[in-house]
């Protein structure tokens, strides 16, 4: 096949103006200004709604004045507690000595109506019945008196008798003091006050009946 140079030059013209028209597609369009996309987004980024502005945070509620409380009383001091002084010293017991027994007293002996001293037949030393004894003492509570003398006034003696007293077919046979009362003259005040009772007959006592007289 023979070429001539005129086929050349004009395939050589299409393929620049085929590289020219390509290079014109490719190319952006003049009618749209440059930084066109750019104004967009700033206006779609203006156009955003703006957030709702935040309420204002709520005033402080004023705290009440508190009423005035009256402070207590300030306690007065104790004073610190004063130390105990020591014990003193144990005392040392003295000897210790024997007891001296006490001397026995004899009793006195029973006597009669007429203050003479007897000796009772042993068949008679024997205790009264309860009941009439009771009656006895009785009876002579209530005729006993204190004693009337002007010594007796004087002194203003107290104490009490015991009396150990022999009834015989009822009547008073001896008195014997058990107990002295300390004062001569109560001791004579309580025989006389069972010589003179008559309690002895009302009964119908026999034996002896142990009793005291309170003065």
């Known amino acids: 096949m023979h070429?001539?140079?005129?086929?050349?030059?004009?395939?050589?013209?299409?393929?620049?103006?085929?590289?020219?028209?390509?290079?014109?597609?490719?190319?952006?369009?003049?009618?749209?200004?440059?930084?066109?996309?750019?104004?967009?987004?700033e206006m779609t980024v203006a156009l955003e709604a703006e957030p709702p502005p935040e309420p204002p945070p709520p005033a402080a509620a004023e705290p009440e004045q508190a009423e005035e409380v009256p402070k207590p009383p300030e306690p007065e001091p104790v004073p610190p507690p004063v130390p105990e002084p020591p014990p003193p010293p144990p005392t040392p017991e003295p000897p210790h000595e024997p007891e001296k027994e006490e001397e026995a007293q004899p009793a006195e002996q029973m006597l009669d109506e007429d203050g003479a001293p007897i000796t009772p037949p042993p068949?008679?030393?024997?205790?009264?019945?309860?009941?009439?004894?009771?009656?006895?003492?009785?009876?002579?509570?209530?005729?006993?008196?204190?004693?009337?003398?002007?010594?007796?006034?004087?002194?203003?003696?107290?104490?009490?008798?015991?009396?150990?007293i022999l009834i015989i077919d009822a009547k008073v046979v001896g008195i014997e003091i058990t107990q002295?009362?300390?004062?001569p003259i109560?001791?004579?005040?309580?025989?006389?006050?069972?010589?003179?009772?008559g309690c002895a007959s009302k009964g119908q006592v026999s034996g002896?009946?142990?009793?005291?007289?309170?003065?």
């Open 3 to 41: 070429v001539t140079t005129g086929s050349i030059s004009n395939f050589m013209a299409l393929l620049i103006t085929g590289a020219l028209l390509t290079l014109w597609a490719m190319m952006p369009s003049a009618s749209q200004p440059a930084g066109a996309g750019e104004s967009v987004g």
């Open 123 to 164: 068949q008679a030393m024997v205790e009264a019945n309860e009941e009439q004894a009771s009656a006895f003492k009785k009876c002579l509570l209530n005729r006993t008196y204190y004693p009337s003398t002007r010594e007796a006034r004087k002194l203003k003696p107290h104490g009490v008798v015991g009396l150990k």
């Open 180 to 183: 002295p009362s300390g004062s």
């Open 186 to 197: 109560l001791d004579q005040a309580a025989r006389s006050s069972v010589l003179n009772s």
């Open 208 to 215: 002896i009946v142990v009793t005291t007289i309170r003065y």
